[in-house]
């Protein structure tokens, strides 16, 4: 498996990723109408287009012979600073892998490349967000040291759902 930074080139994969891994993972728990309006922003090309320019963040992504099997997005800047325990938190906005490549080690690889970028960065904690019923993804960051530190919710659509701010003190 290969890491290398996004490019703008890398928009449209990207986009299609994203929105696939969510639509995999949670799209049964929306109305039709909440989730396409939350994929048509959330995961469309121009909003990852941003991300990939926005010197704030830092997009990486695992290849396998040329094949996109997952990214992880790094945001150099505190998602959540009402909850912060570092003075200097940055936020882990998405570790998404593609529905067929799940389980096969590219989490964990992104997870150590992005708990590295952020200790280069200088930073003294990580943020994330996860569905309050995700339990496979909350065992997944307890691995790595990240905790509960918060009730949070975030909106698809018209829908808000429960979420758990986690962190991890560097």
Request: charged content about 20%; proline content about 3%; overall charge negative.
């Amino acid at each position: 498996m290969d890491l290398r930074t996004a490019t703008p080139d890398d928009a449209t994969a990207l986009a299609k990723l994203g929105h696939d891994s969510f639509v995999a993972k949670f799209g049964y728990l929306y109305t039709p109408e909440d989730l396409a309006f939350f994929l048509s922003t959330a995961h469309s090309r121009d909003k990852v287009a941003g991300e990939i320019a926005d010197p704030n963040m830092r997009v990486m992504l695992a290849e396998q012979d040329g094949v996109l099997l997952g990214y992880c997005k790094l945001v150099m800047l505190c998602g959540w600073p009402e909850h912060a325990q570092g003075q200097r938190a940055v936020e882990l906005k998405q570790l998404y892998t593609a529905p067929e490549a799940t389980g096969q080690g590219i989490g964990s690889v992104l997870m150590d490349w992005a708990l590295g970028e952020a200790a280069a960065f200088g930073a003294d904690e990580v943020q994330l967000s996860v569905y309050a019923h995700n339990s496979g993804a909350q065992k997944f960051y307890a691995r790595y040291g990240f905790a509960k530190v918060a009730n949070i919710h975030f909106m698809v659509g018209q829908q808000r759902d429960e979420e758990f701010l986690f962190a991890r003190v560097i």
